[in-house]
């Protein structure tokens, strides 16, 4: 099945930094890549996601890039606020099955 | 418009127990998944219908099934609870058939504690 890699685990950066994070998929099939924000003690609440077909997507100061062929993923976050302080999920999609990476602790230092 | 609701929000059971897991689709969306999310972990897949039909199964044991029902709602159920069931159970519900042809949307979840 998909096997989901994400780093690094934790990230602390000062505030009006970039934060990146980066994941690797395994299954060649997959082709749907959403980033979910998760905060404490709540749901998961997607933030930006990418298909297969597209190698680059922003939204403000949001990015995610795919490369199929390494078959890895990123997203990138700029002007980081205080507000953007969570744990990011990335995750893959074959199918009817979504399999999610480890997770990343994202502290943003004011 | 309401968003993806789950009942209960929490519960404690022993060991050995069953448990049933309720949740609603936002209005208008066939697809609903099931997810466990264990404390400092990614949710992991459970099962998937779409249109009262299971789409996909994750590798769960038996005692993991679950249903949907006519309106769409879905209820999950895990039979003889052990320990290492204690867990945030996430349901999501899309527009589309769940094949990344539609935002997956989260309910907040129900904290399942296993004693």
């Known amino acids: 099945g998909e096997n989901v890699e994400q780093h690094p685990s934790t990230l602390s950066v000062q505030e009006g930094d970039s934060a990146v994070i980066k994941c690797t998929y395994s299954?060649?099939?997959?082709?749907?890549f959403p980033w979910y924000k998760q905060e404490l003690g709540k749901r998961p609440q997607l933030i930006i996601d990418?298909?297969?077909?597209?190698g680059e997507k922003k939204d403000q100061r949001i990015a995610v890039t795919l490369n199929k062929t390494a078959k890895h993923f990123s997203l990138h976050i700029t002007e980081t606020q205080p507000e953007d302080s969570a744990v990011y999920f990335c995750?893959?999609?074959?199918?009817?099955?979504?399999?999610f990476g480890a997770g990343t602790t994202v502290t943003v230092r004011a | 418009d309401a968003g993806v609701t789950q009942s209960p929000t929490h519960l404690i059971k022993t060991r050995g127990q069953h448990v049933t897991l309720r949740c609603s689709p936002i209005?208008?969306?066939?697809?609903v998944s099931w997810y466990q999310q264990v404390l400092g972990q990614g949710p992991q897949f459970i099962f998937q219908?779409?249109?009262?039909?299971?789409?996909g199964r994750g590798n769960f044991p038996d005692r993991f099934s679950a249903r949907q029902f006519p309106n769409y709602s879905s209820e999950l159920n895990v039979n003889a609870l052990l320990l290492g069931d204690s867990a945030l159970y996430l349901c999501?519900?899309?527009?589309?058939?769940?094949?990344?042809?539609?935002?997956?949307?989260f309910g907040e979840g129900s904290r399942l504690t296993v004693l």
């Open positions: 999501a519900s899309s527009l589309g058939q769940g094949r990344g042809d539609g935002e997956l949307f």
């Open positions: 299954d060649s099939a997959s082709n749907y």
């Open positions: 990418i298909r297969s077909n597209v």
């Open positions: 995750a893959a999609l074959r199918d009817y099955k979504l399999s």
């Open positions: 209005s208008g969306h066939k697809s």
């Open positions: 219908y779409y249109e009262k039909e299971e789409r």
